[in-house]
Structure formats: structure tokens, C-alpha cells
């Protein structure tokens, strides 16, 4: 992976990472997204967002856990001059460092209800694609809503197998569902 550095104000930073995480509460699994874009560092989280003058180069959108950079906000290190580091799958700041998610190129970000579940996850994938979502929320939310959507239909197929249905045809049903719900979201807008 390339090397990525963004030069940006400390005291700007820090305002805009204390805004991106009004929304995170506990172990949050919402990421906080930083985009760079005609000199200006975007820096998005559940519910708010903020941009900063900025200047360098950097990777498409790199998402960064949301509780930890809750954490770094209020205690930014002092470095001179102050720069964003991206290398090796790694935002480092002066002597700080945190693991990240860095995407080469960065999807249109949508907006995902705080505290949204499962479904509404996979209603979002099903809408906007999951690059999208995965730009909005991160791994950990997608993996886990398709973890819990494979159990529900485990558990729907041991109530019907009895019945000669097959667990495709479950799992054929929650996607067809899934699709209908979206098709009507849609006619209502």
C-alpha cells in the first residue's frame, strides 16, 4: 500500500472528530469516515459530519473505529508539523497509530440510522449497494447482519424441512422480501 499524508489544523481536527462521534455511544460499531476531496478533509459519523481545510494526498475514504476515535479526539498529539499518516493499513498521527480501513476509491457515502439493525442494514445493501454501506458503517455491522440473516433462515428451514421445503428456497424468500421492501421504500419517495 502507498504511503498517504494530509496536512490539516489540530485544533480543526480535533472539532471536526468530536463532531463526527456526537452519535457513538458505547462500543458503537459505526465507523467515523475520512474523505479528502478539492482541499477539504470530510469527516463523517452516525448522524454528523464536519470538513476541514486540508492539503496532500489521500487514499479514496479511509473508515476508522468510531469508539476509538471518540477517544483520540480530546487528546490529539501535538506533532509539527501536524500530519494524517495512511500507510500499511494504519493512521498515524505523531506517535499514535490506529488500525483503519482504507478504500482506493470512495463510494457516495448514505446516511444509516444510528443504532440501525440488521435489517435495515441489509435493506440498505439491497438499495444503495454494499460498497455504500460499507462506507457508512464498516465491516463489522455487514458481516454481522448477514450472520444473523443466515440464522434467522437456519431457523425458519429446522421449522419447515418437515414440509419438503429447502433451505435455498428460505434463503430465496428473504432475499425476494428484502427486495420488495425496497421496491415499496422506493414508490414512497
Known amino acids: 500500500m502507498s504511503r498517504f499524508e494530509l496536512s490539516v489544523g489540530r485544533a480543526a481536527l480535533s472539532k471536526a472528530l468530536k463532531t463526527a462521534t456526537t452519535g457513538v455511544r458505547g462500543k458503537s460499531p459505526f465507523k467515523i469516515r475520512l474523505h479528502f476531496e478539492d482541499g477539504l478533509l470530510f469527516v463523517s459519523g452516525p448522524g454528523a459530519s464536519a470538513e476541514i481545510d486540508a492539503e496532500g494526498k489521500w487514499p479514496g475514504a479511509v473508515l476508522i473505529d468510531g469508539v476509538a476515535v471518540k477517544a483520540l479526539a480530546s487528546r490529539l498529539p501535538d506533532p509539527k508539523p501536524f500530519l ?60 454481522k447482519a448477514r450472520r444473523e440473516a443466515r440464522q434467522a433462515v437456519n431457523m425458519a428451514f429446522s421449522h419447515l424441512r418437515d414440509y419438503g421445503v429447502r433451505r435455498e428456497e428460505v434463503e430465496l424468500w428473504l432475499d425476494e422480501s428484502i427486495r420488495r421492501q425496497v421496491a415499496v421504500l422506493s414508490d414512497k419517495e
Open 84 to 143: 494524517l499518516v495512511v500507510e500499511e493499513r494504519r493512521l498515524m498521527i505523531g506517535g499514535f497509530s490506529m488500525s483503519v480501513e482504507a478504500m482506493d476509491i470512495a463510494p457516495q457515502q448514505i446516511a444509516v440510522v444510528l443504532g440501525a439493525g440488521s435489517h435495515s442494514i441489509l435493506l440498505g445493501i439491497e438499495r444503495h449497494g454494499e460498497p455504500a454501506v460499507l462506507a457508512s458503517v464498516g465491516d463489522a455491522p455487514v458481516e
